[in-house]
């Protein structure tokens, strides 16, 4: 099984420049999310979704787009990067089932940097 | 969701059992404790969870207090590999949100 995968693994952005961090979930899980993590730090949560057209904003949203048009794919879209982006993005997903009853999976991570 | 406490670091000795604390003083009654770990920077890594009753499964127990306000993580006999921080979560509600922590940066000395 493939899992949760992230792709690119490493990405080198001007500022002001826009891409998109691509996250893809095999395992059919209805809840997908996003995170970064900054040197030391704990991760914290960008935005997540609990299913297909739906999402919602976490701790940091700000200067973070994002949509799920399909269960599998949860893309994280930059607009305008900035140096404060600069950080390592994970993806997560879990399964169905009871909501709080459930373990999330996590991507490799993708580490960025804006210069 | 409710908050929770760890100490920043701890060490443990090869082949010992390693006992990581967790205090959540203002979990509600259908909330879960989490652990998760970070190896290196490596995507966290779930390894196990609970409501009321201690858990144990291939690589860890939880044991969760009677009044559910702090948890203890046992890693029976810790290994050079368990190095890694340590993040325990307290999960609940219809978001499925997990909010992480500054976790324990657990040091397994040979």
């Known amino acids: 099984n493939a899992g949760v995968t992230q792709t690119p693994k490493f990405q080198v952005l001007k500022t002001g420049q826009s891409m998109t961090l691509q996250c893809a979930q095999d395992?059919?899980?209805?809840?997908m999310s996003w995170y970064r993590q900054d040197p030391g730090m704990g991760l914290r949560l960008i935005h997540y979704?609990?299913?297909?057209?739906?999402?919602d904003q976490g701790e940091v949203p700000n200067g973070y787009n994002v949509s799920r048009s399909t269960t599998e794919d949860f893309p994280l879209r930059l607009l305008s990067a900035a140096p404060s982006q600069t950080s390592v993005y994970f993806c997560?997903?879990?399964?169905?089932?009871?909501?709080?009853?459930?373990?999330?999976?996590f991507g490799q991570g993708t580490r960025l940097t804006v210069v | 969701d409710a908050k929770t406490t760890q100490p920043p670091s701890m060490d443990c000795a090869e082949g010992r059992a390693a006992n990581l604390p967790c205090n959540h003083s203002?979990?509600?009654?259908?909330?879960?404790v989490y652990w998760y770990r970070q190896i290196h920077s490596q995507g966290p890594q779930y390894i196990i969870h609970?409501?009321?009753n201690n858990e144990t499964n291939e690589m860890a127990s939880l044991i969760i207090t009677e009044d559910r306000k702090s948890s203890t993580l046992i890693l029976p006999h810790a290994t050079l590999r368990d190095t890694a921080v340590y993040y325990c979560?307290?999960?609940?509600?219809?978001?499925?949100?997990?909010?992480f922590g500054t976790g324990t940066l657990l040091a397994v000395q040979p």
């Open positions: 997560a997903s879990s399964r169905p089932g009871a909501i709080s009853n459930t373990e999330a999976f």
């Open positions: 203002t979990i509600s009654g259908n909330e879960y």
């Open positions: 609970g409501l009321k």
């Open positions: 979560i307290v999960r609940g509600g219809a978001t499925n949100k997990l909010i």
């Open positions: 979704s609990v299913g297909a057209g739906i999402t």
């Open positions: 395992m059919n899980h209805e809840y």
